[in-house]
């Protein structure tokens, strides 16, 4: 529910305030992706994440763990450095997998009946694991 509360923030913001929208959505994949959990390389697992999430294919994976990564970098500039240029090519990237990662979580098994963190967090270390290629695969 965070990550939808975050997105909308985005919304909100993304006429008047573009690093604004920029940071609210990546709070929300954040959220949607990581949940509670907390590692050292925090870059690393949502990239890793996203692209088991949002990429259908090995090559669309590769591309999608790359923009992450690169957007991730923007985000942690603007948080670290108060750095404000985001361009709209950015922001539309970090929206589509934001929304593209929830409305799986929401809408597709084996994530509709999941009802902890924790099943979740176990699907990406299983998926990671196991190479598994598709988001509909049977639950770890």
């Not at 923009?67 to 991730?72: G, I, K, N, T």
Request: glycine share 4%; hydrophobic share 40%; proline share 3%.
């Amino acid at each position: 529910m965070a990550s939808v509360q975050w997105a909308g923030r985005a919304v909100v913001e993304l006429q008047q305030r573009p690093e604004e929208a920029f940071l609210h959505y990546a709070i929300a994949l954040e959220t949607i992706i990581l949940g509670r959990r907390q590692h050292d390389e925090l870059a690393y697992r949502l990239s890793m994440h996203t692209a088991l999430l949002a990429g259908d294919t090995p090559e669309k994976r590769a591309e999608i763990k790359k923009e992450v990564r690169d957007l991730y970098g923007i985000r942690s500039k603007i948080v670290h450095s108060g750095h404000y240029e985001v361009t709209d090519a950015d922001v539309g990237k970090i929206r589509e997998l934001t929304i593209i990662c929830i409305m799986r979580i929401l809408t597709e098994k084996p994530f509709t009946s999941m009802t902890e963190e924790r099943e979740i967090d176990n699907w990406f270390d299983q998926a990671m694991l196991s190479g598994r290629l598709l988001v509909d695969d049977a639950q770890p």
